[in-house]
């Protein structure tokens, strides 16, 4: 749920900026605001730097026990991550 | 129609038979004989028996189109009713295991073709068509399955528009439940990281058609949810046959997107496919790579709002400690102006004490002249030289009001002795001493002037010089005395 987050942490940086832009609260407010905002956009722009890509598998075992795979969409192999019923 | 008219065996069968009557299940039928005694008495069960021989014989496979009437699905399963047309009609029954099979339900008033043999239910010597498959005419049987459970599944609210969830809007994984080794899941992948290159992508391998692939799929659905670290799913697989795509019609797909916490995209086949999964999911995409498209954002915009978003924020917060500097230059100018005006305040006081100061020195010089003069003056009119002057004059006055105090008392005692002489001449003591008394009363103490006014026996007291008297009167003489003579006295 890493896309809520940040999905968050995006509507909040805009409602600050809409806040800033507005300039009705007191200045130590903005200037409180102001560095979340700044932080928010450091963070979120980190996040998106360091987000991987990754394509993987949801497999099931025999014990029903669910497990990651790598899964690359143009290996023909992958006619084996089907599961077989 | 004639496709399944060719099909009819028992046109077959009876153009096969046509030519050798023998043969025929009439060359065997039991008519009545000419000869009484050869007579063949028949029983009920016998006769319904042949009947039916016959029949199941000569009609081991029809295809018979007809309406549903009278249909009744009674708890065994099997499922009964009456096919008919406008002029006449016949029973039928579904047994339980060919109606499982049906993907349709039947209703009343439906008009079918079906496939089936002719046979006879004894107990009640009625025939009927015992069916073995049943379609419905005009539509497909798929087409009605399809129309009949989205009609019951839209009643239940599953298509409701309320039902429908927003999309995340920047989804960090991506949840896709489809065939691992069809186009479509390579379509999605690709177009994905082309918008969003970042994006992390987990399979859930299904197969998409055939037997099994509806749980499947309902499966898939249910284990991403409970995987948890998914922010939106695509439910999908690219184009094929409507019977391809069946699955995506099955209810428990339906229910699966239904209940699931993750939003979930449908893009099955093309963008003519409508398939129940396509209702129920929270959008529907035409196909898998709109799908994607619909899912995934541009990475690059998200960069470049973000980029906008923090320049907006450090523009706003510059111009806001701009107009605080201002503000703050502003109030600066006024304080200095203030400043001045309490330096001229200041100023202003200084001069008014010194002027007080002034003011107060002078009226205390008056002030000290006046008691200067006044002094002067009381000095001036001092008392002393009166008290100094009067104090030498009383022994002088004294010794004068002496001399003249003994003078006056002297003269006051002569005069003083000589009123005393007289005074002791005219004194009633005097003339008592001379020998004269004073009768009083002794009841009233009035001095006794007349002797009438004493009585005989009263007691009357007598003054004397020296001493008193009691006396008694004896006796009253009142013309005597000396009327006319001279007092003693």
Redesign the interface.
Known sequence: ????K??QA?AR??A??GE??K?DLP?DE??KI?EE??RL??N??KV?EE??????????DKNGK?Q?RA?S??D?D??D???D? | MAAWARQLPWNEFASSTRGDPSTSPRSRSFTPSQDPSSKRVLTVSELTGLVRASLETDFPEVWLEGEISNLRAPGSGHLYCTLKDDAAQIRAVLFRSTAGRLRFGLEDGLHVIVRGRVSVYEPRGEYQIILEHVEPKGLGALQLAFEQLRQRLAAEGLFDRERKRPLPAFPRTVGIVTSPAGAAVRDIISVLHRRCPILAVLIAPVQVQGEGSAEQIASAIRSLNEWGRVDVIIVGRGGGSLEDLWSFNDERVVRAIVASAIPVVSAVGHETDMTLADYAADLRAPTPSAAAEAVAPVLSEVVEHLGTLALRCRQAMGWRCGAERRRLDLALAQIANVRFRILEDMQRVDGAVVQMRQAVQDALKGGWDTVHSVRHELVGRSPEPFVRHGLGQVPQLRSRLDGAMRYVLNRRKQEARSCLASLNALSPLGILDRGYGIVESLSTHQVIRDARQVEVGEAVLARLARGKLRCLVEEVMADLGLKSGSDPL
């Open positions: 749920m890493a896309g809520v940040f999905e995006m940086l805009e600050i900026v800033l832009e300039g200045l903005s200037l102001f905002g700044i956009s450091k979120c722009l998106l987000a991987e890509r990754k394509i993987e598998v949801l497999v099931q669910k990651l899964f969409p143009y023909d992958n006619h991550s089907a599961p019923s």
